[in-house]
DNA sequence: AGCGTGACAAGGT
DNA sequence: GACCTTGCCACGC
């Protein structure tokens, strides 16, 4: 297996990534940043590359800065994600994704969801 | 021990 | 936004 401090920092990355609300998304920047590494955005693509498939991970709401998928257009990976994306309500401009509208941040969940702790139903 | 590669990003132009 | 440069670093060879 991977020495220990790169396993506790994939199960960190994965943990932030679980976070993300169904029908939002956020970048792989973003995610470091959440996770307490910023600027390893790389590290983010790499642990969600090594997942495995039985993983409770959604992985399909990660994106890239620019409110596009890391994949490139055409192969299955691309269409896996944006399927499963658009299963959820996420929206597409063509090829990219409005982050001001489906991006996920803490603040616009307490304002939809109200502060943790109030949030019945 | 280098070196290229890559599910990336920030900053400047 | 686009494009380019620089930073980043795990991984495979």
Do not use: K
């Not at 199960?11 to 996770?35: C, E, F, H, S």
């Not at 790499?46 to 620019?66: F, K, N, S, Y």
């Amino acid at each position: 297996m991977s020495p220990m401090g790169t396993d506790e920092t994939y199960r960190r990355i994965y943990a932030t990534v679980r976070a993300i609300p169904r029908g939002r998304v956020a970048t792989y920047g973003q995610i470091a940043d959440l996770a307490g590494m910023p600027r390893r955005a790389r590290l983010v693509g790499r642990a969600l590359q090594v997942l495995e498939d039985d993983q409770p991970v959604p992985w399909h709401r990660v994106l890239r800065a620019g409110g596009r998928i890391a994949f490139t257009r055409g192969t299955s990976q691309y269409r896996e994600q944006r399927a499963r994306l658009s299963e959820e309500g996420v929206v597409f401009d063509g090829d990219r994704i409005d982050l001001a509208r489906y991006g996920w941040s803490d603040a616009l969940d307490r304002i939809l969801w109200g502060p943790p702790g109030e949030r019945e139903r």
